[in-house]
């Protein structure tokens, strides 16, 4: 039995902030602001599994009320997530996620994030997919007001 889940999350940019994607720490002037060290691409990662799972989302799981979770590395998160899904039966298959905003350049960053996210997701880094694109000066994102991720996730039964 195959489930297959999306996620989806957005954090503003800010001055005095990191930026973490993709559970990596990307050099830039601005960070992401959030209640965690908002890492957008793991948090939309987060939602994809818990919904292929049903089992809610992240802020169900990590309420940003919780000052336990305040300052949390979303590493940590997702490898929560892996466990809770895992309690249920299921196993992530295999994971595909895009990044959009409009700086800085994450390609040289993708073998990293890989490296980083398949032992946490407990699979090959073949089976997991990071992407990014811009939003064509845009919106928010185009402003570089903000960064948004997607994330789609396949579970099986474990």
């Known amino acids: 039995m195959v489930r297959v889940g999306f996620g989806f999350d957005v954090h503003r940019l800010v001055e005095g902030r990191e930026l973490w994607l993709g559970g990596v720490l990307i050099p830039h002037t601005v960070g992401a ?6 890492d957008v691409l793991l948090h939309a990662l987060c939602d994809a ?20 979770w305040k300052g949390a590395d979303s590493k940590v998160l997702l490898r929560e997530v892996v466990r809770i899904i895992g309690e249920h039966g299921w196993k992530v298959g295999n994971v595909d996620c895009t990044l959009i ?9 993708v073998s990293a994030m890989r490296a980083v996210l398949a032992p946490l997701l407990g699979v090959d880094q073949d ?3 990071i992407k990014a694109t811009t939003n064509e000066k845009m919106g928010f994102v185009g402003r570089e007001e903000g960064v948004a991720a ?8 474990a």
């Open 49 to 68: 599994l818990l919904g292929a799972a049903a089992l809610g989302d992240i802020g169900q799981h990590f309420p940003d009320t919780d000052m336990r």
């Open 127 to 129: 089976a997991v997919s």
């Open 33 to 38: 602001l959030g209640h965690s060290d908002a």
């Open 101 to 109: 905003l409009e700086r800085p350049k994450i390609m040289p960053h």
């Open 150 to 157: 997607h994330a789609v996730a396949l579970i099986t039964r």
